[in-house]
C-alpha cells in the first residue's frame, strides 16, 4: 500500500515562480526523503529530512517536515523550465531495514 | 563510477517465459532493492538485500526471485512472465541500511519490460 500521499497530483506553474508540494504519511518514521524524477528516467534523490528536524535546506529547495501532522512540504523557488519532472516523496515507516515506500508523485511542469 | 546500471533496457516478452533482469553497482553499498512503476503508481517494492546471501520479500513479491550472490550484483527473475507484470523496473542501492542519515537510494536507468 501507498505510504506517501503527495498533493497536489500535478501542478503547472510558469518559470520564476515557486513550487510547493505536500506529502502526507500514516505512520511513524525515522526519515523522509524527496526524489525527482525526469520523464524515461530513474528517479534522482533530492533531500533527506530525519524525523528530529523540522526544515532543511538545499540550494533552491526548502523541506519542512511536521511529524504531528505526518506532513511535509517541498518548495522549489524560481522554478525554472528544467524543474519539470515527477517529485515523489519516500518514508521508512519506521523500519532501520533500509526499506522505502513512495508516493504516487506530483508531476511538475514549469513553462517558460 | 558507473553507479547503478541495469540491463536491458527494453524487453518484450510472451506470457509464460522467464527472463533475469540484471542489477549492479559499483558503490560498494550493502542495500538493493527491486521496484515497480506501473502508470500512475509510485514505486512499489518487489524485493531486497541487505547484503550478500541476505534478501527478503518486499509489497508485490508474487512472480519473482532475486538472489545476491555478490555485494555488487542483484538480479531479478521473472519465472513465468504475465502481462500483470508489465511495467518499469528499477533497481537501487544505498550505502547503509543502519543509519537512517545515509540511507538515500541511488536508482539505475530501468528496464522497460512489455509481456503480451
Known amino acids: 500500500s501507498q505510504q506517501g500521499e503527495e498533493d497536489p497530483q500535478a501542478l503547472s506553474i510558469q518559470e520564476g515562480e515557486n513550487a510547493t508540494m505536500n506529502c502526507s504519511y500514516k505512520?511513524?518514521?525515522?526519515?523522509l526523503q524527496w526524489y525527482r524524477q525526469n520523464s524515461g528516467r530513474g528517479l534522482v534523490h533530492l533531500i533527506l529530512?530525519?524525523?528530529?528536524?523540522r526544515e532543511k535546506h538545499s540550494g533552491r529547495l526548502r523541506v519542512t517536515l511536521d511529524t504531528s501532522k505526518k506532513s511535509s512540504s517541498l518548495l522549489i523557488t524560481a522554478s525554472r523550465a528544467a524543474d519539470t519532472a515527477s517529485y515523489f516523496c519516500?518514508?521508512?515507516?519506521?523500519?532501520?531495514?533500509?526499506?522505502?515506500?513512495f508516493g504516487r508523485g506530483t508531476q511538475l511542469t514549469v513553462w517558460p | 563510477n558507473a553507479g547503478v546500471t541495469q540491463t536491458p533496457k527494453f524487453q518484450v516478452l510472451k506470457t509464460g517465459q522467464s527472463m533475469t533482469l540484471q542489477c549492479a553497482q559499483d558503490?560498494?553499498?550493502?542495500?538493493m532493492s527491486w521496484y515497480r512503476q506501473d502508470p500512475g503508481m509510485g514505486l512499489r517494492l518487489i524485493h531486497y538485500s541487505v547484503g550478500a546471501g541476505i534478501t527478503d520479500q518486499g509489497e508485490v513479491p508474487n512472480g519473482y526471485n532475486v538472489s545476491r550472490s555478490t555485494t555488487e550484483d542483484f538480479p531479478l527473475r521473472l519465472l513465468s512472465a504475465a502481462p500483470s507484470q508489465t511495467s518499469v523496473y528499477f533497481c537501487?542501492?544505498?550505502?547503509?541500511?543502519?543509519?537512517?542519515?545515509?540511507?538515500?537510494?541511488?536508482f539505475g536507468p530501468g528496464t522497460r519490460l512489455t509481456v503480451l
Open positions: 519516500a518514508t521508512d515507516r519506521g523500519s532501520t531495514l533500509g526499506r522505502l515506500y
Open positions: 537501487a542501492s544505498s550505502y547503509s541500511f543502519a543509519d537512517s542519515s545515509y540511507n538515500e537510494q541511488f
Open positions: 505512520t511513524s518514521i525515522n526519515n
Open positions: 529530512i530525519r524525523s528530529n528536524e
Open positions: 558503490m560498494n553499498h550493502e542495500y
